[in-house]
Nanobody, 125 residues
Framework: QLQLVESGGGLVQPGGSLRLSCAASGDPFTHYVIGWFRQAPGKEREGVSCINATDESTYYTNSVKGRFTISRDKSKNTVYLEMHSLKPDDTAIYSC??????????????????WGQGSQVTVSS
């Protein structure tokens, strides 16, 4: 069992930056791939990025490459999503989720077993 709690969302102007945090408790999070997903109003959930919490390998969806960075702090059992050059299209509820490590670096939501509650990110002037 793994519990995930997101923090760090908010309102930011276009071009601005935010850092989301996903704090894990329960099982050692190094047994998992941690992913970030987002869902905008009226749209399907979209996988954004994921990280293998053991070897730190990462994957990004094309729309965020070069703007978002995923990382983990093993000592704090926390995964971060640093978001730069934010656009209005990035507005969504962002959720972190955990999949067993053998799933690999995939952003298919049905592979993820544990989910956080979500954090709103709004990019607007």
């Amino acid at each position: 069992q793994l519990q995930l709690v997101e923090s760090g969302g908010g309102l930011v102007q276009p071009g601005g930056s935010l850092r989301l945090s996903c704090a894990a408790s329960g099982d050692p999070f190094t047994h998992y791939v941690i992913g970030w997903f987002r869902q905008a109003p009226g749209k399907e959930r979209e996988g954004v990025s994921c990280i293998n919490a053991t070897d730190e390998s990462t994957y990004y969806t094309n729309s965020v490459k070069g703007r978002f960075t995923i990382s983990r702090d093993k000592s704090k059992n926390t995964v971060y999503l640093e978001m730069h050059s934010l656009k209005p299209d990035d507005t969504a509820i962002y959720s972190c989720a955990a999949a067993p490590w053998w799933v690999g670096l995939k952003l298919e939501g049905n592979e993820y077993l544990y989910w956080g509650q979500g954090s709103q990110v709004t990019v607007s002037s």
